[in-house]
């Protein structure tokens, strides 16, 4: 009996050794991971750095165009991984452009006009990756002036009841049934709550009448962008990350970010019966760098740039900046959308723009 517990315990003390040692070894094999994927991590960092060089963009004493590449290498950077390693960095080149910007725009000699926002002339970063894009370009443009917020109901309801929803070339400027703008025998009307929401249910033809009559025009989509995004190419108004909580989008109204691949499912179940337009002043954390506010989400802005695509040859005016039910990848501020003009569905609303005075490059 005693030599049979002598041989359990023996097997009992040759296990508990071998399972010391197997976690001897898995930890060993563990930290050995670790360190590699640190090693890589930090190799990943170094790359990054050889590439964008941030003090390269912040010395003002560089040519604008050197600086613009080499944020251009953020841009890319940022929209295959915004939360990468770029990510403090990239906090950092936001800061400065803040101060420049405002430094550029108190420098410039201009007139303040109420309720818009001065864009100095300069270059900036256009473009994106998405289906109409293609690719990234560098742009100047003289300096403008671009509402602060979409029009709302109650000031297009005002121009409606001046002027009429007239037809042009065949479609009216307005479409009450898709707007907050009640068509009533006494003339038009905003429905209760909808007074400070962007117009919606109008056309690029009621669009452009509307900028007229005030003495202003819409915004090519280049100033709209540039308006949006500054002159580094942020993918946000307010910065490189998306979140919720500065604009109206699907991601708002289900507390989380919302992106393409859950978007269809989320949309059926939540977002057709609960989303809608929200007042155009309730995200000011989500403004441009130059101060434009609700140029993500909300509701699509039409634009003064035409379309015309390569297999339907139908003209179309490109819109920008998404709406209330989008997913993330479609309010960056490069995302681009094209409608006809005769389109005036519950989600294309716009600002308006005016030409300042010219600058050379």
């Not at 900036?124 to 979409?150: M, R, S, T, V």
């Not at 179309?316 to 681009?336: H, I």
């Amino acid at each position: 009996m005693a030599q049979n517990y002598e041989i359990l315990k023996s097997k009992i003390h040759k296990r508990t050794i071998f399972s010391a040692i197997s976690l001897i070894v898995l930890s060993i094999f563990a930290i050995i991971f670790y360190f590699n994927y640190r090693i890589h991590q930090e190799r990943q960092r170094a790359d990054f750095f050889m590439t964008f060089d941030l003090n390269l963009i912040m010395e003002t004493s560089r040519p604008a165009r050197d600086r613009l590449e080499a944020a251009l290498l953020a841009t890319q950077a940022a929209e295959a991984n915004p939360y990468g390693l770029m990510a403090d960095a990239l906090h950092q080149l936001q800061q400065f452009e803040n101060k420049l910007l405002r430094e550029m725009q108190l420098a410039a000699p201009h007139d303040s006009v109420p309720n818009m926002c001065y864009i100095p002339a300069g270059e900036f970063i256009f473009g994106g990756f998405d289906n109409f894009h293609g690719e990234i370009e560098q742009i100047f443009l003289d300096a403008y002036y671009i509402d602060q917020k979409p029009v709302t109901n109650i000031e297009f309801c005002k121009f409606l009841n001046d002027s009429g929803n007239r037809i042009e070339e065949g479609s009216r400027w307005y479409h009450p049934q898709y707007g907050h703008i009640d068509s009533t025998a006494d003339g038009f009307m905003c429905q209760k709550n909808f007074e400070n929401h962007p117009a919606v249910g109008v056309t690029w033809f009621g669009a452009n009448a509307y900028a007229r009559s005030i003495g202003k025009r819409l915004p090519t989509e280049v100033e709209w962008e540039k308006a949006a995004r500054g002159i580094y190419g942020r993918l946000y108004p307010w910065g490189y990350q998306f979140d919720y909580r500065r604009c109206n989008s699907a991601s708002y109204w289900a507390g989380r970010n919302i992106y393409q691949q859950e978007w269809p499912e989320w949309y059926e179940k939540q977002g057709r019966h609960q989303s809608d337009t929200t007042p155009v002043d309730q995200f000011p954390t989500g403004r441009s760098p130059y101060g434009c506010l609700e140029m993500s989400g909300n509701v699509w802005e039409w634009t003064n740039t035409f379309y015309l695509g390569r297999l339907n040859k139908t003209l179309r005016y490109v819109n920008r900046g998404g709406a209330f039910y989008y997913p993330v990848e479609q309010l960056q501020t490069s995302f681009r959308g094209i409608d006809r003009p005769d389109e005036g569905g519950s989600i294309n609303g716009f600002r308006c723009a005016r030409t300042a005075g010219k600058a050379s490059k």
